[in-house]
């Protein structure tokens, strides 16, 4: 099955700072690579995502990329504001029309210092 | 309506009770998940459901039991739980039309503790 591993486990930025999260997958199947950020007690909740077939994303503060070739995709979050501090998860998903199964990063620990 | 609503928020069980999470959306899906997640830890896949079909069970204990009674309602039926079956419980759901597929729309989450 996919296997997605995520680092760094824990990050520590300074506001304004820029943070960085990577994360590779293992089944060259996945086609579709969401980002998901967790709030303490909260559900998770999308943030950006990107599909197979294009290699960049940008939503304002946030950017996702990805390189298919050799399977890792990254988070970018410029100018970080405390409210970006959160758990960040990267997922990949392989299958379609009712076999979709999307398997998540072990998760970073975002933290921004004021 | 672009919510998933799971209820109850938080519930409390003996391992010899029998309970029911329940999960409703409204925005047409076709897709409902349960997921599963332990503290610090990624969510972790349990069922899917796809046009009211069960279509992957992750080899999940039967103690666990899910249901869709239609496309906007997804049950989780628990009996003889162990403590270690403590975690929240999360249903999300997305559409599964060509070029949408995967995206996941998550609900609050139940949190359910054995005793």
């Known amino acids: 099955g996919e296997n997605v591993e995520q680092h760094p486990s824990t990050l520590s930025v300074q506001e304004g700072d820029s943070a960085v999260i990577k994360c590779t997958y293992s089944d060259s199947a996945s086609n579709y690579f969401p980002w998901y950020k967790q709030e303490l007690g909260k559900r998770p909740q999308l943030i950006i995502d990107i599909r197979s077939n294009v290699g960049e994303k940008k939503d304002q503060r946030i950017a996702v990329t990805l390189n298919k070739t050799a399977k890792h995709f990254s988070l970018h979050i410029t100018e970080t504001q405390p409210e970006d501090s959160a758990v960040y998860f990267c997922a990949a998903l392989r299958g379609n029309f009712g076999n979709e199964k999307l398997t998540f990063g072990t998760g970073t620990r975002l933290t921004i210092i004021p | 309506d672009t919510e998933v609503t799971q209820t109850p928020k938080h519930l409390v069980m003996g391992m010899t009770n029998k309970k029911s999470l329940k999960c409703e959306q409204h925005?047409?899906?076709?897709?409902m998940y349960w997921y599963k997640q332990k503290a610090k830890k990624p969510p972790e896949l349990m069922f899917v459901?796809?046009?009211?079909?069960?279509?992957i069970n992750e080899s999940v204990p039967s103690r666990f039991s899910p249901e869709c009674p239609n496309s906007s309602l997804l049950n989780l039926h628990l009996h003889a739980l162990q403590p270690e079956d403590s975690a929240l419980y999360l249903c999300a759901s997305s559409h599964q039309t060509q070029g949408a597929d995967g995206e996941l729309f998550f609900g609050e989450g139940s949190r359910l503790t054995v005793l």
């Open positions: 459901y796809s046009y009211e079909k069960l279509s």
């Open positions: 925005m047409g899906h076709r897709a």
